[in-house]
């Protein structure tokens, strides 16, 4: 896809968000879903041009996965735990890993345009459009959570303290790329609750979703 049509595709669907008045409840999850499903493509794809030339000590230096600033929310680990979840729970998962990647998403978006690495300029292309999708879907969910008309907004609190990638560029590079490898589990897990709501929504069978 060229950037111009990823363009076009992030301003249309931001567009539908804008024009809610009288849409229903199953189109905004199906909208909010096609986003959520933009967000992990975009990810995944940031993920192979990084891998496209990242030095082999970063694999060492690399954190584990247990170190991402949001593994500390408790959430469903698959598909069948998400469908015993209530709705406006599962609405405010999403929300809470979404409002939890603003800040770090806008340090990668400072970062991109000087990393050390060859392929930096399509890298900060796609992270701002990650940035773009991420305010976008973050107003739709705003729209989905008022049409379910939820007494409760218990969003929970997930804050990314660092201002800095680090000092050196390899740490700069490798820091990158555990940020983003955070953002691509979580923005999974969100697509994911956002396709179970819409399953529901939409009265499906649990084994249909």
Not at 69 to 74: F, M, R
Request: proline share 5%; hydrophobic share 35%.
């Amino acid at each position: 896809m060229t950037q111009g049509s990823r363009l076009y595709f992030a301003v249309t669907l931001m567009c539908a968000f804008v024009s809610i008045h009288g849409v229903g409840l199953n189109d905004l999850l199906e909208r909010a879903s096609q986003l959520s499903d933009k967000l992990h493509s975009i990810s995944t794809s940031l993920t192979n041009d990084l891998d496209s030339h990242f030095p082999p000590v970063g694999r060492v230096m690399m954190p584990r996965p247990s170190m991402c600033h949001t593994s500390s929310l408790q959430i469903p680990n698959d598909k069948d735990q998400a469908l015993k979840v209530p709705e406006d729970e599962l609405l405010s998962l999403a929300r809470s890993l979404l409002l939890a990647w603003s800040d770090p998403l806008a340090l990668l978006s400072a970062e991109a345009s000087s990393l050390a690495h060859p392929e930096r300029n399509t890298i900060n292309s796609k992270t701002k459009e990650l940035q773009d999708n991420i305010d976008s879907l973050g107003a739709g969910l705003e729209h989905v959570f008022n049409k379910m008309g939820s007494s409760s907004d218990n969003l929970s609190s997930l804050p990314f303290s660092s201002n800095s990638l680090g000092q050196d560029k390899t740490s700069r590079l490798v820091n990158f790329h555990f940020l983003l490898s955070c953002f691509r589990r979580d923005s999974h897990k969100i697509d994911s609750f956002l396709k179970v709501l819409r399953c529901r929504a939409a009265k499906k069978r649990p084994e249909m979703c």
